[in-house]
């Protein structure tokens, strides 16, 4: 029997739980000294398939000037608009759970859940969450982006491991089904 792929979201944040400032910017977060790539090579290895919201998409492509960063992946943006695919990114436009539920049938490895806060929401209430992988940054923002949102859900989680990378604290959780 084929191992069932996992959904792993892998993300960054403030103390207080911000993933942005109001504003869209994450300059305070490239402010704080880490180690390395703070274990991003590693976990991109273990990954096959992106996850965007459209919003996160547009931010990536104005940060990046353009050069998709992810490339030689499988990547999906969620957009509640019909969008023409590209060359690096295929649009979804339909509902985010059953798409996901038919994704996670294939063969591969696991997908990764790159932001932001509404798709997150999204897939916490359907309950497609494998893991969460949160480095957190010795910042408080007092206000932003939230990482989760206030909603009708609850994820029973079991942590696998801590890890630092000088100032960032990375927290591995498995989400209890």
Request: hydrophobic fraction near 35%; proline fraction near 2%; charged fraction near 25%.
């Amino acid at each position: 029997m084929k191992n069932q792929r996992r959904i792993v979201l892998f993300i960054a944040q403030s103390l207080d739980g911000y993933i942005a400032t109001k504003e869209d910017s994450l300059d305070w977060l490239f402010k704080v000294e880490g180690e390395g790539d703070n274990g991003y090579t590693e976990f991109y290895e273990t990954v096959d398939t992106i996850l965007i919201g459209k919003r996160t998409y547009d931010w990536i492509m104005n940060y990046e000037k353009g050069q998709f960063p992810y490339q030689n992946k499988d990547c999906y943006v969620f957009s509640r608009s019909s969008l023409s695919d590209t060359n690096d990114v295929k649009f979804i436009n339909e509902d985010i759970v059953a798409f996901t539920k038919n994704l996670i049938k294939e063969e591969g490895k696991n997908i990764w859940i790159v932001g932001g806060g509404d798709l997150l929401h999204t897939f916490l209430k359907g309950k497609l969450v494998d893991e969460l992988i949160l480095t957190i940054a010795p910042t408080i923002l007092g206000e932003g982006i939230p990482l989760f949102k206030v909603g009708d859900y609850q994820l029973d989680l079991k942590l696998k491991g801590t890890r630092t990378f000088n100032q960032f604290v990375e927290l591995h959780y498995i989400v209890k089904k």
